[in-house]
């Protein structure tokens, strides 16, 4: 079965870290561009990092640029998403993005993250 399942998520105080985690399966994605997008309620999916299969350039919603670090370990098959200095803002679920032109495009079903007292 061709999955992305992502893991990390959960209830953080304003300042605090996480580090969501997204694990492919049934497919490798070496060779794909690998991003992170966030939806909050009421708003619209928005794109949040972004790292690419040609020499690993990254590139980041300004909201987040210099707090998140998006990473990738092709032997494992696994995306990163590093998040530090989290703001209630940052309130939203998730979601994990494999592409690759006229090859594949899969989703992961969402995690919640939450930055709250």
């Known amino acids: 079965q061709v999955q992305l399942v992502e893991s990390g998520g959960g209830l953080v105080q304003p300042g605090g870290s996480l580090r969501l985690s997204c694990a492919a399966s049934?497919?490798?994605?070496?060779?794909?561009?690998m991003s992170w997008y966030r939806q909050a309620p009421g708003k619209e999916r928005e794109l949040v990092a972004t790292?690419?299969?040609?020499?690993?350039?990254?590139n980041y919603a300004d909201s987040v640029k210099g707090r998140f670090t998006i990473s990738r370990d092709n032997a494992r098959n696994t995306v990163y998403l590093q998040m530090n200095s989290l703001k209630p803002e940052d309130t939203a679920v998730y979601y994990c993005?494999?592409?690759?032109?006229?090859?594949?495009?899969?989703w992961g079903q969402g995690i919640q993250v939450t930055v709250s007292s």
């Open positions: 993005r494999a592409r690759r032109l006229l090859t594949y495009d899969v």
């Open positions: 049934g497919f490798t994605f070496s060779n794909g561009v």
């Open positions: 790292i690419t299969n040609i020499g690993g350039d990254t």
